[in-house]
């Protein structure tokens, strides 16, 4: 007896996709560690011979499975020190592969949000479930090819369910989820698993004999909404195995733009460090105009070779877009810093400049080099 082939879901709809890089400060690293990959490895602080009072930021899983992870004091980390690379953390260099990440899946997608550094989500054409998986199959490949960094998919017809279903496939996997499959995938869950709920918020929903999302079905959805507001509606309406229906969240604008060199050789000379940030500018200031913004404060950043920063910062009278007025004052911040009691005859690893107080630019307006 022949099989009849399984139909094709002819039913198409608008798909939310959330991107969540796996262990990225961790897979940042890799990329210019490639011998460390499949190691056990962390980025975390100095641990001042255990003294320090930091925290593990990322952990590859190898060393997951040796008792690291996120957000552990580097106290107990230092224990068990001599099963782990111990990577110093350069927030500088992580903030530019994210910026390259995001510029990427700007091209894919008009309508990608930004939430994190490693965080995003965007919308799909009207697609069939099958077809918004397989967009994210090629999309996950193609970032893992060009970036050589892995990442998580969740998708469903809700960011908060996205979100959730992103948790769900790490690490490097892809979880749909359908609305006919949301009360088998919600139901068991944790309240706290749902995003906006902190320990606040759990401990109330605790007090309604709420510890998992099913649990909330049984409380009145007025007590959920005193509870929790518009969220408790929401948790009421994943109890009930439905996908809670969100509006798109509106973009908003950059609070800051900046670019970052992280030097081959450390350098202690002002002259070729300052060649260095004359290059920034000359990056930073057409981006600045292309994005139609002007900027009321420049900020320049260093990070010594002993991995300790520094940051001088001015704000100007008026806002501008002048490249000029940005490589002038990005130079005397930097002198500052070079000649401070701080460098203590330091040298340079890494350079940064950044503008912060953005404004869009009246249309319009003639932007004069001064």
Same mark, same amino acid.
């Given at each position: ?157 809700? +960011?908060?369910? *996205?979100?959730?279903? $992103?948790? #769900?496939?790490?690490? %490097?996997?892809?979880?749909? &989820?359908?609305? /006919? =499959? ?101 990056? +930073?200031?057409? *981006?600045?105009?292309? $994005?139609? #913004?002007?900027?009321? %404060?420049?900020?320049?950043? &260093?990070?010594? /070779? =002993? ?64």
């Amino acid at each position: 007896m022949t099989r009849e082939a399984d139909p094709i879901d002819p039913r198409e709809k608008v798909w939310v996709v959330y991107l969540d890089m796996d262990a990225f400060y961790l897979s940042c690293e890799l990329t210019r560690h490639p011998e460390l990959r499949g190691s056990p490895a962390i980025v975390a602080h100095d641990p001042k011979e255990g003294k320090g009072r930091g925290v593990v930021l990322s952990a590859s899983y190898e060393a997951r499975a040796l008792g690291f992870r996120s957000a552990q004091p580097v106290k107990q980390a230092w224990l068990l020190r001599h099963l782990v690379q111990w990577l110093p953390p350069d927030f500088e260099f992580y903030q530019a592969v994210s910026d390259r990440v995001m510029e990427y899946l700007r091209s894919h997608s008009a309508s990608l949000r930004v939430f994190s550094i490693d965080e995003a989500a965007y919308l799909t054409e009207e697609l069939s479930a099958g077809e918004a998986e397989q967009e994210a199959k090629v999309l996950q490949q193609r970032i893992q090819e060009r970036f050589h960094l892995p990442c998580s998919l969740g998708i469903a017809t809700g +960011l908060t369910v *996205a979100k959730m279903a $992103s948790d #769900h496939a790490k690490p %490097g996997g892809i979880r749909i &989820v359908k609305e /006919e =499959d949301a009360r088998d995938f919600l139901a068991h869950l944790p309240v706290r698993k749902v995003p906006g709920i902190g320990p606040v918020a759990g401990r109330a929903l605790e007090g309604l004999g709420v510890k998992l999302i099913e649990d909330a079905a049984k409380v009145p959805a007025a007590k959920l909404r005193s509870a929790l507001g518009q969220l408790g509606l929401d948790l009421r309406e994943m109890a009930e195995g439905r996908v809670p229906s969100e509006g798109w969240p509106e973009e908003t604008p950059p609070k800051s733009m900046g670019q970052m060199i992280t030097f081959d050789s450390d350098l202690g000379d002002p002259e070729p460090i300052q060649a260095e940030l004359k290059t920034l500018s000359e990056h +930073l200031g057409p *981006a600045i105009r292309k $994005s139609g #913004h002007l900027f009321k %404060g420049v900020s320049v950043t &260093v990070r010594w /070779e =002993d991995l300790d920063g520094a940051q001088k910062s001015r704000t100007l009278k008026l806002p501008t877009d002048s490249g000029e007025v940005l490589r002038n004052v990005g130079s005397d911040l930097l002198n500052e810093l070079l000649r401070s009691r701080e460098r203590a005859e330091r040298k340079v690893r890494t350079l940064g400049l950044s503008v912060y107080n953005l404004r869009p630019a009246p249309v319009g307006q003639r932007k004069l080099e001064v």
